[in-house]
Nanobody
Framework: QVQLVASGGGLVQAGDSLRLSCAASGRTFSSYVMGWFRQAPGKEREFVAAIRRSGATTYYADSVKGRFTISRDNAKNTVYLQMNRLKPEDTAVYYC?????????????????WGRGTQVTVSS
């Protein structure tokens, strides 16, 4: 089992940047595919980005491609989400998640463990 703790959210203005972090404890971090999801009020949880175990392959939702970057440091048991050129529509609670699987990384059902979210609010 792995425990995930996300941090780094906050209130920023449109065009600003934020970096989210998700620290993991428990089983070997490098054995998990890691993902970020977000959920805005009244909406379903949606995929943001994912990164494979070695960090060599990443996936992004079209809405964040070119603005967000997911990365991981397996030595520090941490996954990051660098968010640039933030927009008001990026406002949501952001969650990190860990998967023991080998596919379906753009769906919440593809993940086994979830951390508590961190709020990101982007004002216009």
């Amino acid at each position: 089992q792995v425990q995930l703790v996300a941090s780094g959210g906050g209130l920023v203005q449109a065009g600003d940047s934020l970096r989210l972090s998700c620290a993991a404890s428990g089983r070997t971090f490098s054995s998990y595919v890691m993902g970020w999801f977000r959920q805005a009020p009244g909406k379903e949880r949606e995929f943001v980005a994912a990164i494979r175990r070695s960090g060599a392959t990443t996936y992004y939702a079209d809405s964040v491609k070119g603005r967000f970057t997911i990365s991981r440091d397996n030595a520090k048991n941490t996954v990051y989400l660098q968010m640039n050129r933030l927009k008001p529509e990026d406002t949501a609670v952001y969650y990190c998640a860990a998967s023991t699987g080998y596919g379906g990384f753009s769906s919440p059902s593809g993940y086994d463990y979830w951390g508590r979210g961190t709020q990101v609010t982007v004002s216009s």
